[in-house]
């Protein structure tokens, strides 16, 4: 599976992007899916994750009420809405592909990472 992340940007803070995230090779729509992030000097973090069938989703502290994420199991795309945005949202936002078919916080559990796409807030 190749991953692609798409939709970062420059964006003002209290502003909004998409993320999205598409697969090549094959499906991932019976995987778990989650959004990780790192900004320049810190460790890679959890966003938000989505099981198989959108039915249960996991957000960070952080993300909890600005972001959105969801999937489209038939176009094989899952989505990242951000919201609100602030200056400590800026980072490569990576899309991965968890091996089971629920999405979790732990790094360990995904086996397909995209490239990342840059999001930079301005203040």
């Known amino acids: 599976v190749q991953l692609q992340a798409s939709g970062g940007g420059l964006v003002q803070a209290g502003g909004s992007l998409r993320l999205s995230c598409a697969a090549s090779g094959r499906t991932f729509s019976n995987n778990g899916v989650g959004w990780f992030r790192q900004a320049p000097g810190k460790e890679r973090e959890f966003v938000a994750g989505v099981n198989w069938n959108g039915g249960s989703i996991l957000y960070a502290d952080s993300a909890k009420g600005r972001f959105t994420i969801s999937r489209d199991r038939v176009k094989n795309m899952v989505y990242l809405q951000m919201g609100t945005l602030k200056p400590d949202d800026a980072a490569v936002y990576y899309c991965?592909?968890?091996?089971?078919?629920?999405?979790?916080?732990?790094?360990?559990?995904?086996?397909?990472w995209g490239q990342g796409t840059l999001v930079t807030v301005s203040s």
């Open positions: 991965a592909v968890h091996t089971s078919a629920y999405a979790n916080r732990r790094e360990d559990g995904y086996r397909y």
